[in-house]
DNA sequence: TGAAATGTTGGGGCG
DNA sequence: ACGCCCCAACATTTC
């Protein structure tokens, strides 16, 4: 008796139910990963190559073969439940819309054909069982993130030690072909520089967030340290469990590991609204906001990716996000309260962008986090919380340090001027040797200018009269 | 998980 | 000594 283990979102082998699954009820495991082009972006790409690699050499070592496939998944899970006379076929759930689709196409080919177990793997709450009194979703973290808490998840499940994956023979396809590196960009030298995708490569990361907590509440808004965990991207491909990262973080009871579990649910909470709001990725959930008079300005959307706005902070963070394919949170909201406000072009432009060279990019996180921003998700920042970019930097890089490793023609800047050089006097340009204009720009816009007009742009939007607001006013 | 505008207060300089 | 003004520091309101 064959049992399939279709592998996700959750790679690894520590804590899956999705693998205690098919050990219950099979004597031989075939794994499987099925590779969809749609699923993931540039940087995630190259993550999940190597993460595949791992998982491939962690199931070889244990005397199997992670079968490679590519295509419609339901369709290549069809052909490989024939190959092996499966019985039964185990996966994690997922919560994008493209996901269900897929998960309910299995269900109508295999009905009545195999078993399928679908496990609740990637979170630690069940989206299906969290409502208001009222019976509806949450539309607010701190209720949401209340009642989940209270409602207690599991603690993490062992590795199976048994020997029980399959030594028979499948075709598989070779990753380089199905899941090529990217070339063009070739990332992969800062990529490789920061990361360590697969299991335990999470494994390692996981038994240093202590020492990440030690700092968190006090440092977490610095990125000029080093102070969060860098768990994004382990737990976008499962590597790690949220329910091992709980369970670290729990038996910690310090400020800083509270702090860092609460951070957790808003993972949670994302993916939460995601499945009940499955137009999370593409329309405000406010749909006033569809009226906001958005700009299509091509040329700014070109110089915001590229870290060329004038304004080092954002240039920072927009180069950290290309050169390491991740970016401090704190600085995600600058560069997104930058893009959005400032340059008033559209979030999903943002998200797209943040999609394809975030190593973490996750539907859910991202999509929540753009509207979060955009003041048009639920529970979102308001519309008029309009970062300054320049004392947002003071607040939160106040040497500098950040700036000058990111963007390094401000390197010998002093740090008074670091975030706004065209307030500097001449004599100390010519001494940090810098030509602002030339080595690097001139603000793109003048924040106190660009803050009114998105204010009345904001204003002009709440003039218009429309449908009343889908989400309610709160 | 913001910032600017506006309001209030209290200390100190000064006539 | 006293009233007046200035303004920094802090608080509140508004966007």
């Not at 190959?83 to 295999?110: F, I, V």
């Not at 070339?183 to 697969?198: E, S």
Request: negative net charge; contains cysteine.
């Amino acid at each position: 008796m064959a049992a399939i283990v279709w592998f996700r979102r959750d790679l690894r082998l520590h804590d899956n139910l999705a693998l205690l699954s098919a050990v219950a009820k099979g004597t031989e495991i075939v794994p499987v990963y099925v590779v969809d082009e749609q699923d993931t972006g540039g940087a995630s790409r190259w993550w999940l190559h190597h993460s595949l690699r791992a998982l491939q050499n962690d199931i070889s070592s244990m005397g199997g073969q992670l079968l490679i496939r590519s295509g419609d998944p339901a369709a290549e899970l069809q052909a490989l439940v024939d190959e092996c006379g499966a019985t039964s076929l185990h996966y994690s759930k997922r919560y994008e819309p493209a996901s269900r689709r897929q998960e309910s196409q299995l269900a109508s080919l295999l009905d009545g054909q195999v078993d399928i177990a679908a496990a609740d793997n990637n979170y630690l709450t069940n989206v299906n069982a969290l409502f208001t009194k009222g019976g509806s979703p949450f539309k607010v973290f701190t209720p949401f993130w209340r009642a989940a808490s209270a409602s207690h998840h599991s603690g993490p499940r062992p590795m199976p030690t048994e020997r029980l994956f399959s030594s028979r023979d499948f075709d598989s396809a070779p990753l380089d072909t199905v899941c090529p590196l990217p070339a063009n960009p070739d990332w992969a030298g800062g990529l490789r520089a920061q990361w360590q995708p697969g299991e335990s490569g999470a494994l390692q990361r996981l038994d240093e967030i202590s020492a990440a907590s030690k700092n968190y509440v006090t440092l977490r808004d610095r990125p000029d340290k080093d102070t969060t965990s860098r768990l994004s991207p382990h737990l976008h491909f499962g590597e790690v469990s949220a329910r091992q990262v709980a369970h670290a973080l729990s038996s910690q009871q310090s400020d800083g590991a509270a702090a860092l579990l609460r951070q957790l649910y808003w993972r949670e909470f994302s993916a939460y609204l995601l499945y009940h709001y499955p137009s999370l990725p593409v329309a405000p959930l406010r749909s006033e906001f569809e009226k906001f008079p958005w700009v299509n300005d091509e040329e700014g959307l070109r110089l915001w990716q590229k870290g060329k706005t004038g304004y080092p902070i954002v240039d920072a963070g927009m180069r950290q996000l290309w050169a390491s394919g991740w970016m401090h949170n704190r600085v995600r909201m600058i560069v997104a309260s930058f893009l959005i406000k400032d340059l008033m072009i559209p979030w999903q432009k943002g998200a797209a962008w943040f999609a394809d060279t975030l190593v973490d990019a996750d539907l859910a996180n991202n999509s929540a986090s753009w509207q979060w921003v955009a003041g048009c998700g639920t529970d979102s920042a308001p519309y008029f919380r309009i970062f300054n970019p320049i004392l947002q930097g003071k607040k939160f890089d106040p040497n500098g340090d950040y700036v000058r490793r990111w963007v390094p023609e401000l390197a010998a800047l002093p740090a008074k001027w670091i975030h706004e050089p065209w307030q500097a006097d001449l004599v100390t340009l010519a001494e940090s040797d810098l030509v602002l204009g030339g080595d690097y720009p001139k603000p793109l816009v003048d924040h106190g200018i660009a803050r009114k007009n998105a204010l009345a742009a904001y204003q002009l939007m709440r003039d218009i009269p429309g449908d009343s607001d889908a989400m309610g006013a709160g």
